[in-house]
């Protein structure tokens, strides 16, 4: 019987100060791809919202080629997964400021060290969502619904009247996944939540087998543009109100989004295939 093979692992809480909050992801860098299916495996058998697969980039255009994969499926984007990637390599090499990622459906994205913060930033594309009537997803989100949203890369934005409508959802979440791989996005104004935060979100995607995702990186990619028009300013403080919670940093830089957040490093070890 042949030995396992071993491959790296680090668990990392994505938008965290402590451990337990956040958003937890794998990451996971790999001399060369192996077959997408043993990658959808592994991200299946870690069972977190993302696992994050690293390859040196041979073409130069950045330090490592990316991709992403719930349990279910590879998605074209994911925040905090990347969040993590760039504080698992950052952490090992000191002298660095900057991580950079080439990905598939995305573009390329960096993550850099945020001045004297411990913390990171982390720049991805901003998606401006557009006003349209989405009855079904209102319904299916419950609440009392204020306006509705869209973005054709498969975010649905539902906005309340305040925090406290937010946090009280209870979503059917099978009909929200009769929809199909979308992100849903629920979010108020974050005027007197206990979080102290400009802007309150949850979010589901029952569709791409993660019920509620506990902070999301790419859903702020959607919020930024939204919310830095109906403020009237270019960067606020979001929060992310899961059952383990998160603090979103957001500024919108043209076609850019910066988000920060910090990140904690919960288990180093090895994944045997």
Not at 49 to 68: G, H, I, K, Q
Request: net charge negative.
């Amino acid at each position: 019987m042949s030995a396992a093979r071993r491959l790296p692992i680090t668990q990392v809480d994505a938008f965290a100060d402590r451990a337990f909050t956040g958003n937890p992801a794998a990451v996971m860098p790999l001399e060369e791809w192996l077959p997408d299916a043993v990658l959808q495996a592994i991200a299946a058998e870690n069972n977190l919202a993302e696992t994050a697969f690293l390859v040196p980039d041979e073409t130069e255009e950045s330090d490592y080629e990316l991709r992403w994969f719930t349990p279910a499926l590879e998605v074209a984007l994911c925040g905090h997964a990347t969040l993590a990637s760039g504080h698992a390599l950052l952490s090992a090499a000191p002298w660095r400021n900057d991580m950079s990622f080439r990905t598939r459906k995305a573009g390329i994205l960096r993550v850099m060290r945020n001045g004297d913060d411990d913390g990171y930033k982390m720049a991805l594309p901003a998606y401006a969502p557009t006003a349209k009537a989405l009855p079904d997803i209102s319904r299916a989100m419950g609440g009392d619904v204020r306006e509705t949203l869209w973005h054709d890369g498969g975010y649905a934005v539902i906005v309340y009247r305040d925090a406290e409508s937010v946090r009280a959802l209870t979503p059917d979440l099978r009909a929200l996944k009769n929809g199909g791989d979308i992100l849903y996005i629920a979010t108020a104004p974050g005027s007197d939540d206990p979080s102290g935060a400009d802007v309150v979100s949850r979010a589901f995607a029952p569709g791409a087998g993660i019920d509620e995702d506990p902070v999301t990186g790419s859903a702020h990619c959607v919020l930024t543009p939204y919310w830095a028009t109906r403020l009237g300013r270019d960067r606020f403080a979001a929060y992310q109100a899961s059952a383990r919670g998160g603090h979103v940093g957001c500024r919108l830089d043209g076609e850019l989004v910066e988000l920060t957040g910090r990140c904690v490093t919960t288990l180093v070890g090895d994944f045997l295939l």
